[in-house]
């Protein structure tokens, strides 16, 4: 679906028209092959490149054909399943109109109103636009990364208390699939800004240069987040097979000392079965002796193992 809108002045909002028109923007949400298609007829746009955005693995990147401008965008968002999902997003420069093409309802016409709502820019500056929608999709990884960050030191406080279960450990799965989908996608995001710095074909202004310079500081930002989350990630990876090990261990050894404990009884209890004579075999306080010795024995094992730290 195409929509189009217009802001003359800096200070009023952005008003729908039905027709585009000059220094106007037009939004394509989810766009048919048609819609698509009168698109690069109306503007003179290169078919080829355009109907890129419809290829869902289509990667952050920019080029430039025909004195316009094309930049592909990964926006992301996140899914019922705590699973995060990106597809492509295509913004273009033309000397006289802003366009951008939506493969999927990630980014709304309405979240770009939004972010550029709190900017004073018109729709006639169509640079300016395009790097109000590229921070758009930036801020929308940054509340992401942040969500991520969240939950994982949720789990760290678990392991602190004790509580973590092995769930936490299966969605870690998901988590650490997240954090390589953020990185791949801002990488190629760093390198579309860095392109577009060289401000090759002077389509940028020197103060727009400057926003180019703190939107690449901030997706480098988001790259130092992802990589710490990651090293937190294999930090409580670690320190719980660490502790999961040291339990079993600590098992083990209680296990092993209450089998030794448990069998020396039977050492005496065993030699009054045998049927060979023993002294005091026909004594009645033998037996009230042999238990009292093995009570002393067992209480002497344990105490020494204790004391030498044996378990």
Not at 145 to 166: A, D, F, S, W
Not at 184 to 210: S, W
Request: proline content about 4%; overall charge neutral; glycine content about 4%.
């Amino acid at each position: 679906m195409l929509h189009h809108y217009k802001k003359h002045t800096l200070h009023e909002p952005f008003q729908s028209i039905r027709t585009p028109v000059e220094g106007s923007w037009t939004h394509a949400d989810q766009p048919s092959t048609a819609e698509l298609d009168s698109i690069v007829e109306k503007y003179g746009l290169d078919a080829n490149i355009v109907r890129d955005v419809l290829d869902k693995g289509e990667l952050p990147r920019s080029e430039y054909s025909a004195g316009n401008l094309y930049v592909f965008m990964r926006p992301a968002t996140r899914t019922s399943h705590g699973e995060v999902s990106t597809s492509p997003l295509l913004a273009i420069v033309t000397p006289t109109t802003f366009i951008t093409i939506a493969s999927t309802s990630t980014v709304t016409a309405g979240t770009i109103i939004d972010v550029c709502a709190e900017k004073d820019i018109r729709t006639s500056d169509t640079a300016g636009m395009l790097l109000l929608t590229l921070m758009t999709v930036t801020a929308g990884y940054e509340t992401l990364v942040q969500h991520t960050g969240t939950y994982i030191k949720g789990v760290r406080r678990k392991l602190q208390n004790h509580e973590v279960g092995n769930k936490d450990f299966i969605h870690f799965v998901t988590i650490e699939d997240n954090l390589n989908e953020y990185q791949f996608c801002l990488q190629d995001t760093l390198a579309v800004v860095d392109r577009l710095k060289e401000n090759a074909h002077g389509l940028f202004k020197p103060k727009e240069v400057e926003v180019l310079d703190d939107t690449r500081l901030y997706v480098k930002q988001l790259l130092n987040a992802v990589a710490s989350h990651n090293q937190t990630v294999n930090s409580i990876r670690n320190a719980y097979s660490t502790i999961a090990n040291n339990t079993l261990n600590q098992r083990m050894k209680a296990l092993t000392m209450l089998t030794v404990l448990i069998a020396l009884p039977n050492v005496f209890y065993g030699m009054f079965g045998m049927n060979v004579d023993l002294p005091f075999q026909h004594q009645p306080w033998a037996y009230l002796l042999i238990v009292g010795f093995s009570v002393f024995v067992v209480f002497s094992v344990y105490a020494l193992a204790k004391r030498f730290r044996v378990f």
